[in-house]
C-alpha cells in the first residue's frame, strides 16, 4: 500500500472510522437533561446558569462537530493516499459527505436533528482550507488538532443571539439557550461571551496552522539541505577515487623515467658495448636508483624533504603537464637568480599542489575562455612565492562547495594541505580586470643552487 507524505493511509482510515463511530454514537446522547436545565433558567434568574448551560451546549455540539468533520477528513486522506491517481478525495470526500451526513438523521433514528447553518459552513470551508495549507504536512495529528480548534470555535457562533437571522443556531439546544437568555434579557452577554471565546479559539487554530506550515517548510529546507550534501559528499567521493587514480598513474610516469635510464644504461653494460664506460655508467645507474628511491620516500612519508632548487621544481612540474594538451597555454615569468634560489619540499606533494592550481586555472579559462595561464615565480626576502594566473571568471563569492567551476574543491584544499605541512602560507583573489590568481609562498633554503 502506497503511503502520502510518509504517513500510511491505513492509519489514517482506521482513525476515521474510529471518529465517525464515535460521532454516530454522541448523536444517541440524550439532550434531554440538559433542555431540562436551560428550563428552568427563567426561575432562577442567573447569568451563571446561563453560561454553564451555553458552555455544556457549546460542549456537546462541539464534540459531535469534531468527531464528524475529523472523520471525514481522514477518511479523505486516507482514501487519496492508496494511490497517486485518487488524491483529489482528499479534498472531494469531506467536501461532500459532511454536507451529506447532515441529511442522515432519519436513517440514524427519530429524533435526532442536525441543522447545516453558517458555522456548518465555515467548519466546512476550515476544513478545504486547512487540507490546501497544510498539504505537504504529513503528521496528521497536528493537523486533526488544528481542525478541532476551528470546528470548536465556530460551534460558539451558534450560542450568540445576533447571528440567528445569519443561519447560527437554529438546533434545539442552541435556540433553547438563546431563548432563555431573551427571558433574562442578557443577550448581550451571550453575544460578548460567545464572541470572545471564538475569537480566541479562532485565533489559536491559524496560530496551529502557522506553526505547522512554518515547521513544515524549515523539515523541507532541511531535507533539501541533506539531500544537497549527500550529493556533494558522493561527488567528492568519486572526484576523491579518480583522483588517487589519476595521480598514481602520474606517479607511475614518474617513477617510469629513471627506471627506463637504469634499464638502458644496464641493457649497455650487460651487452659490453659500454667498456671503458661502466663505471661512469654506474654513477648514472646509481644516482638514478637514489631519484627513485627519494620519490617512493615522498610518496610514502608525507613529511620527507629535500632540497630543490625552485627551477629543477617548476621543471618537474611542467613535466607532469607535458602530456596533456593545455600545456602549451601555461607561460613562465620568472627571473634566473630566483630559479636558482633552494627551497626544502617534499617535491612530489608540493609539485603535485602546483598542478592542481594549473589544473584549476585550466578549468577556469574553459568557463570563461580565456586561452592563457601564467605561472610566475618570485622572491621577497626569504619567502618564495609561486603564482598561477588565470583568464577565468574569477572565484565565487560563496567557496564553501568548490572552487566554482562545477568542481568539488578537492585540489584547493589538497594544496591548502600541503602548503600548511610545509609551513607556508595560499592566498588566492580575484584580479580587478578579471581572472584569479592563487599563490603558495615558501620559506627559502639557506644555499642556492650554485652553492652545490
Known amino acids: 500500500m502506497e503511503t502520502v507524505n510518509g504517513t ?13 463511530l ?21 426561575e432562577t434568574m442567573d447569568s451563571g446558569d446561563l453560561l454553564t448551560a451555553a458552555s455544556f451546549v457549546v460542549m456537546l455540539n462541539g464534540l459531535r462537530a469534531i468527531a464528524l468533520y ?36 432519519p436513517v440514524l433514528g427519530e429524533g435526532i436533528q442536525l441543522h447545516f447553518g453558517i458555522p456548518a459552513v465555515l467548519s466546512v470551508t ?3 482550507v486547512l487540507r490546501y495549507l497544510t498539504r505537504n504536512i504529513s503528521d496528521w ?60 479559539l479562532f485565533l489559536s487554530g491559524v496560530l496551529t496552522t502557522e506553526l505547522m506550515v512554518t515547521y513544515s517548510a524549515r523539515l523541507a529546507d532541511m531535507a533539501l539541505l541533506r539531500d544537497r550534501e549527500k550529493k556533494m559528499a558522493r561527488l567528492r567521493e568519486e572526484s576523491l577515487s579518480n583522483r ?34 661502466a663505471a661512469r655508467y654506474g654513477a648514472v645507474i646509481c644516482e638514478a636508483a637514489r631519484s627513485m628511491e627519494e620519490m617512493v620516500s615522498e610518496i610514502l612519508r608525507e613529511d620527507f624533504r629535500r632540497q630543490v632548487s625552485i627551477g629543477d621544481l617548476v621543471e618537474y612540474v611542467f ?32 609539485s603535485r599542489a602546483v598542478v592542481n592550481l594549473l589544473d584549476n586555472a585550466r578549468k577556469a579559462n574553459m568557463q570563461a575562455g580565456g586561452g592563457k595561464i601564467t605561472l610566475s615565480v618570485s622572491m ?45 602560507t595560499f592566498s588566492s583573489e580575484n584580479l580587478p580586470g578579471g581572472g584569479a590568481r592563487a599563490a603558495l609562498t615558501l620559506g627559502r633554503a639557506e644555499k642556492r643552487k650554485d652553492d652545490l
Open 141 to 200: 495529528v497536528y493537523k486533526s488538532i488544528a481542525l478541532a480548534l476551528f470546528v470548536f470555535s465556530f460551534q460558539w457562533l451558534d450560542i450568540i443571539p445576533s447571528l440567528t437571522a445569519w443561519g447560527a443556531g437554529w438546533g434545539e439546544l442552541s435556540s433553547s439557550v438563546k431563548t432563555a437568555a431573551g427571558i433574562l434579557e442578557r443577550e448581550g452577554l451571550l453575544n460578548w461571551s460567545g464572541g470572545a471565546v471564538f475569537t480566541g
Open 244 to 277: 588517487s587514480l589519476v595521480e598514481m598513474q602520474q606517479l607511475v610516469h614518474d617513477l617510469k623515467r629513471p627506471l627506463t635510464t637504469i634499464l638502458g644504461l644496464g641493457d649497455v653494460i650487460v651487452s659490453g658495448r659500454g667498456e671503458g664506460n
Open 22 to 42: 464515535f460521532w454516530t454514537a454522541a448523536q444517541r446522547i440524550s439532550s434531554a437533561p440538559l433542555l431540562a436545565a436551560i428550563a428552568r433558567i427563567p
Open 70 to 105: 475529523l472523520g471525514w477528513f481522514l477518511a479523505g486522506n486516507g482514501l487519496a493516499g492508496l494511490h497517486p491517481s485518487l488524491s483529489f478525495l482528499s479534498w472531494l470526500t469531506p467536501a461532500a459527505a459532511i454536507p451529506m451526513t447532515y441529511f442522515l438523521p
Open 319 to 350: 613535466t607532469q603537464i607535458s602530456p596533456f594538451p593545455w600545456r602549451e597555454t601555461v607561460l613562465l615569468e620568472a627571473e634566473r637568480p630566483v630559479m636558482a634560489e633552494m627551497v626544502e619540499v617534499n617535491v612530489v606533494r608540493m
Open 380 to 424: 621577497e626576502g626569504d619567502r618564495v612565492t609561486l603564482a598561477v594566473t588565470d583568464e577565468g571568471p574569477g572565484f565565487p563569492p560563496d567557496r564553501t562547495s568548490g572552487s566554482g567551476w562545477n568542481s568539488t574543491g578537492l585540489g584547493l584544499q589538497y594544496v591548502t594541505m600541503v602548503v600548511r605541512n610545509h609551513r607556508g
Open 126 to 128: 476550515s476544513v478545504l
Open 8 to 20: 500510511h493511509p491505513a492509519r489514517q482510515l482506521a482513525a476515521a472510522l474510529f471518529f465517525l
